[in-house]
């Protein structure tokens, strides 16, 4: 009898708010169904702007001011994620008020998630939040209603938030992957062998993980 091969391990290195994350995501999980891929999913932390401060930036000035584009290119640039989410079916909500977050309370409460099996259902909460809902996930009460609506404690989230007792291993982690030289995200390992970087569309997805699948143990 033919022995079962092991769910596809897929770690994700991201960060909540980059929009290409949620659509490579959104790409991958999409292209795991079609293929009905057996698969276990492991987040991890990326910051893409760790200078952020607590009430956010304006999104279309932030990218302007760090790639030196403009306005015009920014919306260009908005338009095609949007496509893009869509396709895979998820909806961005961009207005000219949207606005980019400091990110490192909610990866401090995805790595206490983790504990509770829920890191997966958070991220995906996140992910809405902050670009279909538009709502600042560097505030602590934003992120404790989150954690409250997946079914998590609020007052233990709040607890967390407030004494950052995760920070240290959040950093840790952090520097693990920049160590492994992930300097750009979304970042996928694929059975912790395969690096596939940026989001790929639903059908390459699906070809890689064919290939993935082909692979001998």
Sequence with gaps: MEQAKKPLRIDIVSDVVCPWCAIGYSQLAEAL???NTPHEIHWHP???NPNTPHEGRNYREHI???YGTTAEDVK???ARMTAAGSEAGFNFQFTDEFRTYNTFNTHQLLYWADQQGRMHDLKQALFVTHFVDNKNVADSTVLADIA???GLDRTEALAVLEDQRFAAA???EKQHWQQQG???VPSMVFNERHLISGAQGIENYKSILQQLADMPD
């Design 170 to 172: 959040v950093e840790k």
């Design 33 to 35: 169904k079609q293929t």
């Design 76 to 78: 260009e640039s908005r």
């Design 46 to 48: 990326f910051e893409l």
């Design 64 to 66: 302007m001011e760090k």
């Design 182 to 184: 992930i300097q750009s």
């Design 148 to 150: 409250t609506d997946i």
